[in-house]
């Protein structure tokens, strides 16, 4: 007769992914918020966005008061029967061939004008016409979009020697070297989730998933090296909010590098007036109120320092793959040394 004791086993596979979420909270603070979401089991996962037609782009060229043509950067907003606005005129769209409008100036009595490239133009509203038919429908479908499962992995392996050594501070070296490991992978995941580039080999064997700032294709803009100001961040809110965000909850983050987290704290404090009394001095910012929401100030410095990212996080999850959650698995003694594996 005999018996396996479960010290014995190798290969028990030891959930560690709860571990790696608090582990080294100033280093991975995005996945500290998020945290890990519902487990997937495929290695590409999909899903739909969808969004309602523009209301706006911008003239292409110069275009007279009697022109009847106004090119514009974006098309898609417009359709024959709009009443679009360009400064203080109204124009009425009569045709759209590529990006030409073809249009009807000073529309409902209003007063042509000369229109310069960069011009807003803006959709108002269709001409409705009593007892006309209905019009033509349009139908704007929806955008699928993609990520990758990637894999991060780290060995651990510690010789019998290294293991029998008394050390200061240590009293079990293949759990502390475990720990280390521990926090590496979760730097690395924290550093895909912000950087990330979505790849995959022609053989399909290395996958590497896409980041934040790679997903991030519009409402992005260059400051040209001028320094992060309140105006900007402003400005930035204010974009967002013209496109719809903040309409509904949401959990804003403003994620920032060491830099720029100094130069948010720095915002008014000229206007800051103290008593000779105080003899506490200096100003932290963790909070950002604008005109359009408020969001909280999140320190990550796995971002470039002259950047930053203002992101919902409820649009945000990191998914395990089914079954294959950051899992540590002793593989044993494979001669005078004891190894081990986290796999996520």
Do not use: C
Not at 158 to 180: M, N, P, W
Not at 227 to 253: H, I, R, V
């Amino acid at each position: 007769m005999s018996k396996i004791m479960t010290g014995e086993l190798v290969g028990v596979r030891e959930s560690v992914a709860d571990e790696l979420l608090y582990l080294s909270p100033h280093q991975i603070p995005i996945l500290n918020r998020v945290g890990f979401g519902t487990p997937l089991n495929n290695v590409k996962h999909e899903w739909v966005e969808d969004a309602p037609f523009g209301d706006e782009s911008t003239a292409s060229s110069d275009a007279t008061v009697s022109a009847t043509t106004v090119s514009v950067q974006n098309p898609t907003p417009f359709r024959t029967g709009h009443v679009i606005k360009i400064g203080e005129e109204l124009l009425k769209v009569t045709g759209v061939s590529g990006s030409d409008l073809t249009v009807e100036r000073g529309y409902a009595d209003t007063t042509a004008a000369a229109i310069t490239a960069g011009d807003n133009v803006e959709v108002q509203f269709v001409e409705g016409v009593e007892g006309a038919d209905a019009r033509s429908a349009r139908f704007k479908p929806r955008t699928r979009k993609s990520n990758l499962m990637q894999i991060f992995d780290e060995t651990i392996s510690i010789s019998g020697t290294s293991a029998a050594v008394s050390q200061y501070g240590i009293d079990d070296l293949y759990e502390y070297e475990r720990q280390k490991k521990q926090e590496e992978l979760a730097l690395q995941l924290e550093k895909a989730i912000i950087n990330g580039i979505k790849y995959e080999d022609t053989d399909g064997y290395v996958r590497q998933m896409n980041g934040i700032r790679n997903m991030i294709q519009t409402n992005v803009t260059d400051a040209s090296s001028s320094a992060l100001t309140d105006a900007m961040l402003n400005d930035l809110m204010q974009d967002q909010f013209e496109q719809g965000a903040f309409k509904s909850a949401g959990d804003w983050k403003i994620i920032v590098p060491a830099k720029q987290k100094r130069a948010i704290s720095g915002f008014d404090k000229a206007d800051i007036r103290l008593t000779r009394e105080e003899n506490t001095r200096g100003q932290v910012v963790d909070q950002y109120v604008s005109d359009f929401g408020q969001a909280e100030i999140v320190l990550d410095n796995n971002l470039d320092a002259n950047e930053v990212m203002i992101v919902d996080t409820n649009r945000l999850n990191v998914h395990p793959m089914t079954g294959r959650e950051f899992t540590h698995t002793l593989l044993g003694n494979k001669g005078d040394y004891t190894e081990g594996q986290i796999v996520g």
